[in-house]
């Protein structure tokens, strides 16, 4: 493995982080333009553009005869953006999803990480299915932008207003050629941020299949691990910064969406643009999408109750994901404590969290129940 290679990988990773924020920072400022509120920001425009190193990744891995590369980005990335980011997140700020928006959009995406592991029992995501997944996303943002206007519509106008008055100092609607001006800056970012994630995907791509090769392990794992953590950089600098500026419904929605588009577009995408689909890998459908779905229906027990994610819950997320990259590593090495460690995480991890989800979902409904009677009581005497 030469320098070149080294210096690729590394020049793809910061190209990536460089592009994703860029692109962000211009479609956040477009998106408030047009009158959108900073969650739907974070549900739609914010998600979609962090998750464009996914696309890129994938898309060139699939064209460059990498399908595995494109599967273990896509697959990876949705397992990182949980345990990972999310969980990294809870570790700065407890996290909360009150919104209903938000509590909405979470069983969507567990139900289409379920979709997808149905779609791939056939060992091909085809060019329908890839379809398919694509005008599902195109449907779910069309939904969310639309709830999200008549609600603004339907309010006293206060969501409107501060999503208009996002200017400097946010003394009211830009117009005229300070509107103009802006705009045809936020295009510009926009661009050269397309431009970056491209070339960096280009980088990124070389430089783990080169790694892959050397190694003699597989494309998938290479997915799964380097490209599927250096691809959810931006998600991870998109939750920290959001969280430490208080706005943990975003971050949440960040995650939900960005996964929901890693699913309909850049699966969806890449099965459209390769000739023959993409062809999924045994040891894939054998424990990474299983482990995708799993780790999607984690977050359901929010969409439930609306209870919070602590630090401890979120380092136990990221502790589950270090177990993850454990578990992969020693599969692909062929390590003697492989068994023993399978034995560990499925007769014990996985029982104990999922006891441990059940029994907070119960505890948060009744006292949601036990909520409602003491406030109907009161209500009674008065």
Not at 77 to 85: E, F, R, W, Y
Not at 246 to 265: L, T, Y
Request: net charge positive.
């Amino acid at each position: 493995m030469g320098v070149l290679v080294v210096l690729a990988l590394v020049a793809g990773f910061v190209l990536l982080v460089a592009g994703g924020e860029t692109l962000v920072r211009g479609a956040s400022s477009l998106a408030r333009i047009l009158g959108m509120s900073s969650l739907v920001v974070g549900l739609t425009v914010v998600s979609f553009t962090t998750s464009a190193p996914e696309l890129a990744v994938s898309t060139d891995a699939a064209l460059s005869g990498y399908p595995g590369l494109a599967v273990g980005n896509v697959v990876g990335s949705n397992i990182a953006n949980i345990l990972l980011v999310l969980g990294t997140s809870a570790l700065f700020v407890p996290l909360a999803a009150k919104s209903q928006v938000v509590r909405a959009d979470i069983p969507v995406m567990a139900a289409l990480s379920v979709v997808v592991l149905l779609l791939a029992l056939d060992g091909v995501l085809s060019r329908f299915e890839g379809a398919a997944l694509f005008v599902t996303l195109l449907v779910y943002v069309t939904v969310t932008v639309l709830v999200s206007r008549r609600r603004a519509t339907g309010g006293s106008g206060s969501a409107r207003a501060g999503a208009d008055s996002t200017g400097p100092g946010a003394d009211g609607p830009v117009r005229g050629a300070t509107r103009t001006r802006r705009v045809l800056v936020d295009v510009t970012l926009v661009v050269l941020g397309a431009a970056l994630l491209v070339a960096g995907a280009r980088l990124l791509v070389y430089g783990a299949s080169a790694i892959a090769t050397a190694l003699g392990v597989s494309d998938l794992l290479i997915g799964l691990t380097v490209v599927a953590v250096g691809t959810s950089l931006p998600e991870l600098v998109t939750c920290v910064v959001a969280v430490v500026r208080g706005e943990r419904d975003m971050a949440v929605g960040n995650i939900v969406g960005s996964n929901v588009f890693n699913i309909g577009a850049v699966l969806g995408l890449t099965a459209i643009v390769s000739p023959a689909g993409i062809a999924i890998a045994p040891e894939a459908l054998r424990f990474d999408l299983p482990i995708m779905a799993a780790v999607s229906l984690v977050l359901l027990p929010i969409a439930l109750t609306g209870w919070e994610v602590a630090r401890w819950e979120g380092g136990l997320l990221v502790g589950f994901y270090a177990a993850y990259i454990t578990y992969l590593v020693m599969e692909a090495t062929g390590h003697a404590a492989l068994r023993p460690f399978s034995a560990a995480m499925v007769w014990f991890v996985i029982p104990i969290t999922a006891l441990w989800l059940l029994s907070v979902v119960v505890y948060e409904l009744s006292m949601l129940r036990g909520g409602r009677r003491r406030a109907a009581t009161r209500t009674t005497r008065r």
